[in-house]
């Protein structure tokens, strides 16, 4: 399985939101697309990936904590919505430092 594979497989699990920004001034490519929110989400797999949030009105968008699912991945871009589901027991743990 290559690394590209792996990557998309550990994110299709979902996960929990470690951070969260929207981007009101993004580069020239994404300009059409703002303002949008990116997210870092501590995979089930224990990794961290950074990703889009799709999100169609404001109260769609993510908050720390939330748990997210895997939607569908764009031009080497993850994509993500809020899981529908209850909380999850790492939402309140003490988050992982950045290294």
């Not at 792996?6 to 490519?29: D, K, L, N």
């Given at each position: ?8 497989a ?5 996960g929990?939101?470690?951070?969260e920004?929207?981007v009101h001034?993004?580069?020239p ?7 949008y ?5 501590d ?5 961290r ?5 799709l999100?169609g ?6 908050a720390?904590g939330?748990?997210?699912e ?7 871009v ?10 999850s ?9 950045l290294?």
């Amino acid at each position: 399985m290559s690394n590209q594979q792996t990557e998309t497989a550990a994110s299709r699990a979902g996960g929990v939101v470690y951070t969260e920004t929207v981007v009101h001034a993004p580069p020239p490519q994404y300009a059409a697309d703002a303002p949008y929110q990116l997210a870092m989400i501590d995979l089930q797999s224990g990794e961290r990936l950074t990703a889009r949030i799709l999100a169609g009105e404001t109260n769609d968008r993510v908050a720390i904590g939330d748990r997210v699912e895997f939607v569908e991945e764009r031009d080497g871009v993850s994509y993500f919505r809020k899981s529908a589901g209850p909380s999850s027991p790492q939402a309140t743990e003490m988050p992982r430092p950045l290294v």
